[in-house]
């Protein structure tokens, strides 16, 4: 309704002598949808308010669609709202249990080992892992502090979580790691980076190490989603079917020929009865390798009571029940990569790879 | 071990036993197919057995000398064993290995077993080394 005032003062004038002409409509239009009249003025005055800020903005001759559809979005959302508050009316209460008396003391030392962790880091991956989480300061920003790109400040990030996660399980364990090698392999495992797990031989350090074997596990849940690799427990015979059918699928997956494909079931066969023979249960691993070249690893792991004598296990003929002595050696033959740790009382690890050759 | 439905079946044929795989075994049920096989050689009066392996997808260590076990012992009971549908990437995989497979005798498929067994039943003093 645009007025016949005429209108030589300024535009925010105007614009409110407009939109004074426009409360009768607004009234109308909202009364309408809303039977209670204190809401209902609350909402008139809430669409003025917002038709009154945007008169600048809009075409005089617009301004009362503009309350119009104003009018009605504000009702709308008002109920909508409402909808959404009813809906989640029920979580208003609260359903934690009360605290237990030594939750206190518990998240007391959880701090001090975040804290004692936090100490650890070096200056510069605690003060950009705070800046993050802390201060909120985005990565990108980071960067430009740094002289950095982005994603090297993010990749440089995960790594400071891995290593604050394994100096946690350090400092919460009171435990002081061993050995020199325990740290890169606890950090390959919280990392969840699988080149460099194989590269310092994690999984042959956990079956050395108690200690990395115990905080493994915590590390171990995490990043197993985007995990590519299948798993196979095995226990008992048909467990060997299982894991070379397992072996079967990721290799003609990745397009090995079928030769190869058979040879690799083979190998996986001959390892995964090693481990039901000679092991109450181990784990077949069959993951695929993108890196230098694509490929097959399979790892069979068995907590069992070891090889005494790996070497002589390899040789042809060698062997401890009436089998043909062709396991060891023979699975060797199949693939491209062939390596046995074995720890007596502890437990074997075979880790095997073929390449796929060039189609 | 003896439970579950069998996963191969032995049929007879003339003189003859034709044994069938019908799908990958483990070796619990591998030692069944043995066990069964053997039985049936006897109570069929059987002369000769055709075993058909062409549904295993990987004849191992263990499949081959459980193979190798039911010819011998196939022999010591006075039938003559052929195996027959090793599958080309099967012996592939079997000879990379480095199993020894000399003594048992094969051939391409059923009916080449069947004309194997029928040779050596002509003229007994055919016999494999």
Same mark, same amino acid.
């Given at each position: 309704?645009?007025?016949?005032?005429?209108?030589?003062?300024?535009?925010?004038?105007?614009?409110?002598?407009?939109?004074?002409?426009?409360?009768?409509?607004?009234?109308?239009?909202?009364?309408?949808?809303?039977?209670?009249?204190?809401?209902?003025?609350?909402?008139?005055?809430?669409?003025?308010?917002?038709?009154?800020?945007?008169?600048?903005?809009?075409?005089?001759?617009?301004?009362?669609?503009?309350?119009?559809?104003?009018?009605?979005?504000?009702?709308?959302?008002?109920?909508?709202?409402?909808?959404?508050?009813?809906?989640?009316?029920?979580?208003?209460?609260?359903?934690?249990?009360?605290?237990?008396?030594?939750?206190?003391?518990?998240?007391?030392?959880?701090?001090?080992?975040?804290?004692?962790?936090?100490?650890?880091?070096?200056?510069?991956?605690?003060?950009?892992?705070?800046?993050?989480?802390?201060?909120?300061?985005?990565?990108?920003?980071?960067?430009?502090?740094?002289?950095?790109?982005?994603?090297?400040?993010?990749?440089?990030?995960?790594?400071?979580?891995?290593?604050?996660?394994?100096?946690?399980?350090?400092?919460?364990?009171?435990?002081?790691?061993?050995?020199?090698?325990?740290?890169?392999?606890?950090?390959?495992?919280?990392?969840?980076?699988?080149?460099?797990?194989?590269?310092?031989?994690?999984?042959?350090?956990?079956?050395?190490?108690?200690?990395?074997?115990?905080?493994?596990?915590?590390?171990?849940?995490?990043?197993?989603?985007?995990?590519?690799?299948?798993?196979?427990?095995?226990?008992?015979?048909?467990?060997?079917?299982?894991?070379?059918?397992?072996?079967?699928?990721?290799?003609?997956?990745?397009?090995?020929?079928?030769?190869?494909?058979?040879?690799?079931?083979?190998?996986?066969?001959?390892?995964?009865?090693?481990?039901?023979?000679?092991?109450?249960?181990?784990?077949?691993?069959?993951?695929?390798?993108?890196?230098?070249?694509?490929?097959?690893?399979?790892?069979?792991?068995?907590?069992?009571?070891?090889?005494?004598?790996?070497?002589?296990?390899?040789?042809?003929?060698?062997?401890?029940?009436?089998?043909?002595?062709?396991?060891?050696?023979?699975?060797?033959?199949?693939?491209?990569?062939?390596?046995?740790?074995?720890?007596?009382?502890?437990?074997?690890?075979?880790?095997?790879?073929?390449?796929?050759?060039?189609? | 071990?003896?439970?579950?439905?069998?996963?191969?079946?032995?049929?007879?044929?003339?003189?003859?036993?034709?044994?069938?795989?019908?799908?990958?075994?483990? /070796? $619990?049920?591998?030692? !069944?197919?043995?066990? %069964?096989?053997? #039985?049936?050689?006897?109570?069929?009066? +059987?002369?000769? @057995?055709?075993?058909?392996?062409?549904?295993?997808?990987?004849? /191992? $260590?263990?499949?081959? !000398?459980?193979?190798? %076990?039911?010819? #011998?012992?196939?022999?010591?009971?006075? +039938?003559?064993? @052929?195996?027959?549908?090793?599958?080309?990437?099967?012996?592939?995989?079997?000879?990379?290995?480095?199993?020894?497979?000399?003594?048992?005798?094969?051939?391409?498929?059923?009916?080449?077993?069947?004309?194997?067994?029928?040779?050596?039943?002509?003229?007994?003093?055919?016999?494999?080394?």
């Amino acid at each position: 309704m645009v007025s016949g005032e005429p209108v030589e003062s300024g535009a925010g004038d105007r614009g409110s002598a407009d939109v004074a002409a426009l409360i009768p409509l607004v009234r109308r239009i909202v009364a309408s949808r809303v039977p209670d009249p204190a809401t209902a003025d609350d909402l008139v005055q809430e669409t003025l308010t917002r038709v009154l800020a945007a008169a600048g903005r809009v075409e005089p001759g617009l301004l009362e669609p503009y309350a119009i559809v104003t009018a009605r979005n504000t009702v709308a959302s008002m109920w909508r709202d409402q909808d959404r508050q009813r809906r989640h009316q029920h979580r208003v209460v609260d359903l934690r249990p009360p605290q237990a008396p030594d939750e206190d003391v518990l998240a007391r030392e959880d701090r001090t080992a975040v804290a004692e962790a936090l100490t650890r880091l070096s200056d510069r991956e605690r003060t950009t892992l705070l800046a993050h989480e802390v201060s909120g300061q985005d990565t990108r920003s980071l960067a430009a502090e740094l002289g950095s790109t982005a994603g090297a400040v993010a990749a440089q990030l995960n790594r400071t979580r891995a290593r604050l996660r394994v100096e946690y399980l350090l400092v919460s364990e009171r435990a002081e790691p061993p050995t020199e090698r325990c740290r890169p392999v606890l950090l390959a495992i919280s990392g969840g980076d699988r080149r460099r797990q194989r590269e310092v031989d994690a999984a042959r350090h956990m079956l050395e190490c108690d200690l990395c074997a115990r905080l493994s596990e915590p590390l171990m849940g995490r990043g197993r989603s985007r995990d590519d690799a299948v798993r196979v427990a095995v226990r008992t015979d048909a467990d060997v079917v299982a894991a070379r059918q397992a072996a079967r699928e990721v290799a003609t997956r990745l397009g090995f020929s079928a030769t190869d494909v058979t040879l690799i079931a083979t190998a996986v066969s001959e390892m995964t009865r090693n481990i039901v023979r000679f092991a109450d249960s181990g784990e077949v691993v069959v993951a695929e390798l993108q890196e230098p070249r694509t490929g097959i690893s399979i790892v069979a792991r068995d907590a069992g009571p070891g090889i005494p004598d790996v070497e002589q296990a390899l040789q042809d003929g060698y062997s401890t029940y009436r089998g043909l002595g062709l396991g060891l050696p023979g699975a060797r033959r199949l693939m491209d990569e062939f390596a046995v740790v074995s720890e007596i009382g502890r437990g074997t690890t075979v880790t095997m790879t073929r390449w796929r050759g060039e189609a | 071990m003896n439970d579950g439905p069998r996963l191969f079946s032995i049929l007879r044929q003339g003189p003859y036993l034709i044994a069938s795989v019908h799908t990958a075994l483990d /070796d $619990s049920q591998l030692v !069944r197919f043995q066990n %069964d096989l053997v #039985e049936r050689i006897g109570s069929d009066r +059987a002369r000769g @057995v055709v075993i058909d392996v062409a549904a295993l997808d990987v004849l /191992d $260590s263990f499949a081959s !000398r459980t193979l190798r %076990d039911m010819a #011998e012992m196939a022999r010591l009971r006075g +039938a003559v064993t @052929v195996i027959v549908g090793i599958q080309p990437d099967v012996a592939f995989a079997m000879v990379q290995l480095g199993m020894d497979t000399g003594r048992v005798v094969t051939a391409l498929d059923l009916e080449e077993g069947l004309a194997e067994l029928d040779r050596g039943a002509r003229d007994p003093t055919a016999q494999r080394p």
